[in-house]
């Protein structure tokens, strides 16, 4: 039996056809690739859990009042110092604007002592409220502010911000 010979065009001829289905399978593997990419860079614009999206709660009517005894016994400065301190009570209401409960809404604010000097310095996340229900709700804080820091306080750029969905901590 003889076994049957190859053309040198033959040999030319699938040659180039590999080269070609090579080139073509490349080909889609780019584009399915460059779809695919497009894709996941469209579908965020359709798709947003309400869970991730932070909510502005509006904190209006603010005031402060001193601690009741039991509450600001010992008391300490913020920051880890053991420089004596008062303790206050600052309340007001908050809006939530959406139908949703908020959880966990951070506190920030500026609070400046009698002299306009800062009562907390560096710092403007001053605390949290737990849940904050839809409409405007009561809320209050516990700050401790330096003896030696003259009061009347002023409460400044109050606001805070949260979650419609549980948030782990």
Do not use: H
């Amino acid at each position: 039996m003889t076994t049957p010979q190859i053309s040198t065009w033959t040999l030319l001829l699938s040659t180039l056809l590999l080269a070609m289905m090579n080139w073509f399978n490349f080909r889609l593997q780019r584009v399915f690739v460059i779809f695919l990419a497009v894709c996941m860079a469209i579908a965020p614009w359709f798709y947003a859990p309400t869970a991730l999206a932070l909510v502005q709660i509006r904190l209006f009517d603010l005031s402060y009042q001193v601690c009741p005894e039991e509450l600001g016994e010992g008391a300490v400065t913020p920051g880890g110092t053991s420089m004596p301190a008062s303790c206050y009570i600052i309340t007001g209401k908050a809006e939530n604007p959406t139908n949703k409960d908020i959880y966990n809404a951070d506190i920030f604010g500026r609070i400046y002592d009698a002299n306009d000097n800062p009562v907390m310095q560096n710092r403007t996340r001053l605390g949290s409220i737990d849940e904050v229900p839809p409409g405007v709700s009561d809320f209050e804080l516990r700050i401790s502010v330096s003896e030696n820091q003259p009061t009347p306080l002023k409460l400044e750029q109050f606001k805070a911000a949260g979650f419609a969905g549980t948030v782990r901590r």
